[in-house]
């Protein structure tokens, strides 16, 4: 039986917290412009990524919880309650290749979420507002024309794009026809302009990150990792997606997509040559379970090799990271034939 | 569209070449190709700058290396780079439509516009 007091208050309680996560947002905001960002040290820069992070994701413990629990029982890792995920900058600390995969990481959740946070805004004025020849219903039921809307704001409320007045205007005329006038624009003006900002910082960021991490591992040459075209489903529809992967040792498969076509051209001959086991996900984190931390500790090459030829393939590609073990070792742990120097 | 809408783009007889070709993609409704060779041109203004006018040696023609050899050189060219680079994020896996290339195209001409009345003619 549903309790509906219960799922109101719920609804109330996640509607707060969402408020209140959006004013600490725009505090921490300006410190995610690339000016700031480049003068900060790597252990700055990952607390203030954590912070936004957790400020759009205040429920992130719960909802990692829950999609953990969709994985097959070896491979799930829960995180209790009082877990602090700031935790992970002393971890990594000194390391900075776990650094940047972590960056890269977070800086990506935070990029989506605000574009996330922008379209649920969007949707919320759409329902709230009315207009005459319900175009915002046309539009909320419209899923490309929506995109169009969203985009047009996009442009419009980006800080760094005022000046460009000819861009401006177009956008402006593209929404009047929808009935998006100037009245309209100052109260999505009220919510928008920030969350358009983050993603933008955000995402310069993670692409700034990701080209530096690719130089430090093809120094490095003992990490996994690699691009994969992914074939993904977005309303409806299939499309073909390039992802970077890289195995971060002690932590797990990380997976982010990239856009760069230079990026891509120069990973193109560096195919990562294991699959994806997750793609979604909430955290990158490195807790293990105690059957985990056990099998890790004993630090046996051939007893994960064996689980992996046994069937439990992302067991043991799991173990293999959470040990630390070095694309050679990882080659062998899948059935290749050198086992590095374990 | 009308590429020739782009006027400080289409008064140089090499960028005036390169759009051309891109006018008939759009005639022809290819917008993700249109969009990406409306991206090469921006990638080559920025590179052909920083090259000719403001010393720079590029190891990488990518966005990512532009947008950090404007750092503490160029503020206006640093931010607008930047809110390029979040353009073509927020296009990313999409469809890309009409609306997407026009927007592309109003901004590169705006930078160029920026460049020549700030530097000179590079190209």
């Known amino acids: 039986m549903i309790n509906y007091s219960d799922s109101r208050l719920d609804a109330e309680r996640k509607k707060e917290d969402k408020i209140r996560g959006f004013k600490e947002i725009k505090k921490l905001s300006p410190n995610l412009d690339l000016e700031n960002y480049l003068i900060m040290d790597e252990s700055e820069k990952l607390d203030l990524l954590l912070e936004m992070f957790k400020q759009f994701k205040s429920d992130y413990i719960d909802n990692y919880n829950k999609m953990e629990e969709k994985k097959s029982e070896r491979v799930q890792i829960s995180i209790p309650r009082g877990y602090d995920l700031k935790d992970l900058i002393k971890s990594v600390d000194g390391e900075i290749i776990l650094q940047k995969a972590l960056e890269i990481y977070y800086s990506n959740k935070v990029a989506h979420y605000a574009e996330y946070w922008q379209k649920d805004f969007l949707r919320q004025f759409l329902k709230k507002y009315q207009n005459p020849e319900n175009l915002f219903d046309i539009i909320i039921n419209d899923s490309r024309l929506f995109g169009i809307i969203n985009n047009s704001l996009f442009r419009i409320f980006d800080e760094y794009n005022q000046d460009n007045t000819r861009e401006i205007k177009y956008h402006k005329d593209i929404l009047k026809r929808y009935g998006i006038g100037e009245r309209e624009l100052r109260i999505l003006g009220k919510s928008i302009p920030s969350l358009v900002n983050i993603y933008r910082d955000a995402m310069c960021i993670k692409d700034a990150e990701l080209h530096e991490i690719v130089s430090l591992l093809e120094e490095d040459k003992l990490s996994s990792y690699g691009m994969i075209t992914h074939t993904e489903v977005e309303s409806g529809k299939e499309k073909e997606r390039n992802l970077f992967v890289l195995d971060v040792p002690f932590f797990g498969q990380m997976s982010v997509h990239i856009k760069s076509p230079e990026l891509i051209s120069q990973l193109g001959k560096h195919k990562y040559p294991y699959p994806v086991y997750q793609r979604e996900s909430i955290l990158l984190t490195d807790r293990l379970t105690p059957e985990q931390e056990r099998i890790v500790k004993r630090n046996d090459i051939e007893e994960i090799r064996k689980y992996f030829e046994e069937g439990e393939e992302e067991f043991a590609h799991l173990l293999a990271i959470k040990g630390g073990y070095t694309a050679d070792e990882i080659k062998y742990v899948h059935g290749g034939d050198n086992k590095g120097e374990r | ?123």
């Open chain 2, 1 to 123: 569209m009308e590429l020739k809408n782009l006027e400080s783009l289409y008064k140089n007889k090499k960028l005036k070449e390169k759009l051309e070709q891109i006018q008939i993609l759009i005639d022809d409704n290819k917008n993700k190709e249109a969009y990406f060779k409306l991206a090469a041109i921006l990638e080559y203004i920025n590179v052909k700058l920083l090259t000719k006018k403001l010393g720079e040696k590029l190891l990488n023609y990518n966005i990512e290396e532009i947008i950090k050899k404007y750092y503490n050189k160029d503020e206006f060219l640093f931010k607008k780079m930047q809110s390029v680079n979040g353009m073509y994020n927020f296009v990313s896996g999409k469809e890309i439509n009409v609306q997407d290339v026009v927007s592309l195209g109003i901004t590169i001409d705006y930078i160029y516009e920026y460049m020549i009345e700030k530097y000179g003619e590079f190209i």
